[in-house]
């Protein structure tokens, strides 16, 4: 995954009072991914930038040959589909579960980092760089034995919590032993989806 990040330059975008850093980036490349091809527009409603900020999003982008445009949008050049796959190897889709009591904000996403569980500490971290990135909150679970574990916590979360969230975990994730598994949450589906990836970075 740092290599990945390392492909897209400095965290945060040049220039005074940036509005988008590699989270935007990398989920630009998913969501162009994701459609096949995107008008700009819709581009930019869904990383929650403006036009300004999704101009320089592009451009940078097509500066480094991830993606091309045409009159019907904008789409992924074989290196960015190369990346796409990198990504798609490392990364679940991002899945929106609606709201559970698992953690804040009315709009949650989830997220399953493969083979990265060992990675998580307390999961602070993956927090913060969510609550960062504009999430209001974001709890991070291990994978293992066929559970959701929390380190130091909960050796199996469904017993310990149970709710109809786990099951829409297993069916939208496809959770492995040794994932990680974030949860990010927002009255801002758009926020939540941003908190997910950028937790995700951190591992």
């Known amino acids: 995954m740092q290599e990945i990040v390392r492909l897209f330059g400095p965290s945060r975008a040049q220039g ?14 998913l969501t162009v991914g994701e459609e096949g091809s995107i008008g700009r527009g819709a581009l930019a409603e869904k990383l929650g930038l403006g036009e300004g900020a999704i101009r320089t999003v592009l451009k940078k982008l097509r500066d480094s040959g991830y993606i091309d445009a045409n009159a019907s949008g904008c789409y992924l050049t074989a290196k960015g589909r ?37 990675s998580v500490g307390t999961g602070i971290e993956q927090r913060d760089s969510a609550v960062k990135a504009g999430a209001s909150g974001t709890t991070t679970y291990v994978v293992g034995g066929g559970k959701f574990t929390v380190p ?40 939540a989806r941003l908190g997910a990836l950028a937790a995700a970075l951190t591992l």
């Open 82 to 118: 190369q990346v796409d796959r990198v990504l798609g190897r490392s990364l679940s889709r991002l899945a929106d579960i609606g709201e559970s009591d698992l953690t804040v904000g009315k709009n949650q996403v989830a997220l399953a980092v493969r083979g990265k569980g060992k």
């Open 152 to 191: 130091g916590g909960s050796k199996d979360c469904e017993a310990d919590f149970p709710g109809p969230v786990w099951k829409d975990l297993r069916r939208e994730l496809e959770p492995r032993n040794g994932d990680a598994i974030i949860l990010s949450g927002s009255d801002d589906i758009k926020k």
């Open 16 to 29: 005074p009072s940036p509005t988008f850093d590699t989270t935007h980036l990398i989920l630009a490349v």
